[in-house]
C-alpha cells in the first residue's frame, strides 16, 4: 500500500541508466523533477531525457513532478514522452482543473502539488478529479534540503480533506526517520532522492526506508 517514488535529481546523470538500474526492481516509481528555472530557481532536465528513460525503462512507473510555469501548455508533450502520473503546481496556472481533466482523459493519473506555503483548503474544488496530491515538504527546486517539520500538520489537513480515495505524496528530505512520520501523518507514497542515490548503498538504503515504513 505504501509506495517509494525515487527520484533522480541527485543521481550521477553521467551514468544514470546504471544508476537506475541498481535500483530499478526495489522502487514503486521513478520520480522525475522537471525544473525550468522560472518557476523554481534550478533547471534540471526535460523531454528529452523522459523519453530517452522511457525507452531504455519500459515497465518503470514514471512519476512527473513539473515544477515548470504554465503546465497547460506543456502537459500533454510529458504525457507523450511516457509519464504515468503527472503532477503540477497549483500555484502555476490558473488552469488547473482543465489540465486535471485532461490527463484523465488521457488515461494516465493526475495530481496537483503544493508549495510549503500554500493552503490546502485550495484543493477543495477540484478534489474530485485528483488520483494523488504531492505536498511538498522543502523548497521545490533543489534536493538534499531538510525535512520541513511543519508540513506534518499540512499532510494531516489533506486526508481530511482528501479523505482515503486520494494517494498523498510527500517529497523533500524524506529518510528513515522523516519517513515514518510522514507516514504517520498520513501520506502514503514516498518521494527519495538523496537518501538513495547519494548513499554507497543505494539497495541497502531503501531496505531501510521499507523496514522504517513497515515499524
Ligand atoms: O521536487 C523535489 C525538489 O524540488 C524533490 O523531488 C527532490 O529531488 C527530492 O530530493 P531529496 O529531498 O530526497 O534529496
Ligand atoms: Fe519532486
Known amino acids: 500500500m505504501y509506495k517509494l517514488s525515487a527520484s533522480i535529481l541527485n543521481a550521477n ?3 544514470l541508466g546504471d544508476e537506475i538500474r541498481e535500483v530499478e526492481d526495489l522502487i514503486d516509481e521513478l520520480h522525475l523533477d522537471v525544473m525550468d528555472g522560472h518557476y523554481v530557481d534550478n533547471i534540471s532536465f526535460g523531454l528529452p531525457v523522459i523519453g530517452t528513460l522511457r525507452k531504455e525503462f519500459s515497465s518503470l512507473v514514471f512519476d512527473t513532478h513539473l515544477m515548470i510555469s504554465h503546465p497547460e501548455r506543456y502537459w500533454e508533450e510529458f504525457i507523450e514522452a511516457g509519464s ?5 503546481h497549483l500555484e502555476a496556472t490558473p488552469k488547473a482543473f482543465l489540465i486535471l481533466q485532461r490527463i484523465k482523459e488521457k488515461g494516465r493519473l493526475a495530481g496537483i502539488s503544493l508549495n510549503p506555503a500554500t493552503d490546502v483548503r485550495l484543493l477543495e474544488p477540484v478534489k474530485d478529479l485528483l488520483d494523488r496530491v504531492l505536498i511538498m515538504t522543502v523548497e521545490p527546486g533543489f534536493g538534499g534540503q531538510r525535512f520541513l517539520t511543519p508540513m506534518l500538520r499540512k499532510i ?27 507516514r504517520s501523518a498520513g501520506a502514503t507514497t514516498f518521494v527519495v532522492g538523496s537518501s538513495i542515490f547519494q548513499s554507497e548503498d543505494k539497495r541497502g538504503e531503501i531496505l531501510r526506508l521499507r523496514e522504517a515504513l513497515a515499524t
Open 156 to 182: 494531516e489537513q489533506a486526508r481530511e480533506i482528501l479523505g482515503d480515495r486520494v494517494d498523498i505524496e510527500v517529497d523533500g528530505g524524506i529518510n528513515p526517520t522523516t519517513i515514518v512520520e510522514a
Open 13 to 15: 546523470f553521467a551514468r
Open 84 to 88: 504515468d502520473i503527472l503532477v503540477f
